[in-house]
């Protein structure tokens, strides 16, 4: 079976596979952008650098998703999860059966698949710590 | 700018609704500008321009509607803001008679939905989060999960808001939805996203609405007195880069478009009387009136349970039905919304008048846009 890490990536900038990481863009004071920017949505600055974001953060809020469009597989999980730098960003969830997340949960990031017009693709996820 | 006195001297509407295919965008969107150029005392031919609001309608909608209208080589304009497109068609056309470049202007929003969407609405598929899963639904679950989290409201107080919703469209001719709801309806409804069921959600719609603006010269063109409701002015705000500090019920856009409506009309928030907000899930209506800063926040919940929120409450919030019971075809609901805003301050909306309304607010919110908090919000004033 093919390895995740190997199926072509959702988007080229989202994330590193050696080791699994959100990349994101810094400037020079420190203010972190998820996706990547050429500039910082803060001050302006375009001296910005790439960055590994932190692994774990927090779950800010979640749902599961049970009618989407047509194409849309459900039920799905998604959750906004604050990482610290702080980058608020919208992930989907990885839950195990029965596991029933809370606000302030910690969360990982981990490498998923996603099916997108019946292509197997390479995106990311979080899931619990606990069931890590 | 030097701005002149706009009114709003005609309102119409087809009733919003599910309608087969032969109901086209273009007889819906040509059906209720007949209505609103004849409460106007207008003709097709006498308008100088046309201003169209549609998400879904396709290249030169407008220009397909004026020609089955009888519009011939005036200029028509289309605009798309997804679900404020009509309410920004509205705030162009007030800039245009506003300013005098044009003196009466037809402003029609129109959308044909139930024949192409269904499961619920994604952002452009280019963006992250839509390719993430992100639609509306889920958007607003999350809000109303964060809400409760936060303010230790009730799921049944976010609920209140469609039982309210609805037992206002029961008098709306012109609404998608013309019964009321139980709580308990709401509460069992199948589940969307959770904590939101399908009573939390306002429904794929088809529908038109028109409106006909004048300023001082245009008046005396229509022959038409000056009682009729002005336009104070409309806000236009899109979303700031998000900084990643923010709560996802922050609501710094709907702030920010109340900002840009005081400031231009003058008038203070404690000045309206009754809102028409968008309502397209419950717990928008509440996060959205506390951002304006016209509910105190966390409180929301509490005004709609206890009917604070309800015609004869304190501040009446969608006399109309909102988006939850008058329906959403997108691009005509913030025309739809200055439409009742022009006959609550007439005083013609019968059993779902409000008291004494004098001024009146219409908040429009359209999109997303990964990284932003939102993309569109206009905020219409308007004055009996």
Request: aromatic share 4%.
């Amino acid at each position: 079976m093919t390895n995740v890490l190997d199926l072509p990536p959702l988007r080229s900038d989202l994330f590193t596979t050696e080791p699994f990481a959100l990349l994101g863009t810094q400037c020079e004071s420190g203010h972190a952008s998820f996706p990547s920017r050429d500039f910082c949505p803060v001050c302006y600055s375009t001296d910005v650098q790439p960055i590994e974001l932190p692994r774990s953060g927090t779950v800010e809020t979640f749902t599961t998703v049970h009618q989407a469009p047509p194409g849309v597989t459900v039920p799905y999980h998604l959750a906004f999860v604050r990482l610290p730098g702080p980058v608020v960003l919208l992930s989907r969830l990885q839950l195990a059966t029965g596991v029933e997340p809370k606000i302030g949960d910690e969360v990982h990031v981990v490498p998923s698949l996603m099916r997108v017009d019946d292509v197997d693709q390479l995106t990311f996820a979080f899931e619990l710590k606990e069931h890590a | 700018m030097t701005r002149t006195a706009v009114h709003a001297v005609g309102a119409g509407m087809v009733r919003f609704g599910k309608y087969p295919k032969s109901v086209t965008l273009e007889k819906m969107a040509v059906s209720a500008a007949r209505s609103a150029l004849s409460e106007a005392n207008a003709t097709p031919q006498n308008i100088d321009a046309l201003y169209l609001g549609t998400v879904l309608g396709g290249s030169v909608a407008g220009q397909r509607v004026a020609a089955q209208l009888g519009m011939s080589g005036q200029p028509v304009t289309n605009l798309e803001n997804a679900c404020s497109s009509g309410a920004t068609a509205v705030r162009d056309a007030w800039v245009a008679v506003s300013s005098g470049l044009h003196d009466v202007v037809l402003v029609v929003g129109a959308e044909k939905m139930t024949d192409r969407i269904s499961g619920g609405i994604l952002a452009d598929p280019s963006d992250l989060d839509a390719a993430t899963g992100l639609i509306m639904a889920a958007n607003h679950a999350m809000s109303a999960r964060r809400y409760m989290h936060d303010h230790g409201a009730t799921r049944a107080q976010i609920a209140a808001v469609a039982v309210k919703n609805h037992a206002h469209s029961v008098h709306n001719p012109f609404a998608q939805y013309q019964h009321a709801i139980s709580l308990a309806q709401v509460l069992e409804a199948r589940t969307i996203a959770d904590p939101l069921g399908l009573l939390d959600c306002s429904p794929i719609s088809d529908g038109a609405a028109a409106l006909v603006v004048a300023n001082t010269a245009g008046l005396a063109r229509l022959g038409v007195d000056r009682n009729h409701p002005r336009i104070l002015g409309c806000g236009l705000v899109s979303g700031t880069l998000r900084d990643g500090t923010r709560s996802i019920n922050e609501e710094d856009i709907s702030r920010r478009g109340g900002e840009a409506a005081w400031n231009m009309t003058g008038i203070d928030p404690s000045d309206v009387d009754f809102v028409e907000m968008h309502d397209c899930f419950t717990i928008a209506e509440i996060v959205r009136m506390e951002g304006l800063g016209l509910i105190p926040r966390g409180e929301g919940g509490r005004w709609a349970e206890q009917g604070l929120t309800a015609l004869g409450g304190k501040l009446p919030v969608n006399p109309s039905g909102g988006l939850l019971s008058r329906g959403h075809p997108v691009g005509a609901t913030g025309v739809a919304q200055a439409c009742e805003l022009t006959w609550q301050l007439r005083g013609q909306a019968g059993d779902r008048q409000v008291t004494g309304a004098r001024t009146g607010l219409a908040y429009c919110k359209g999109g997303t846009v990964a990284g932003t908090d939102g993309a569109s919000v206009t905020t219409l004033v308007m004055q009996a």
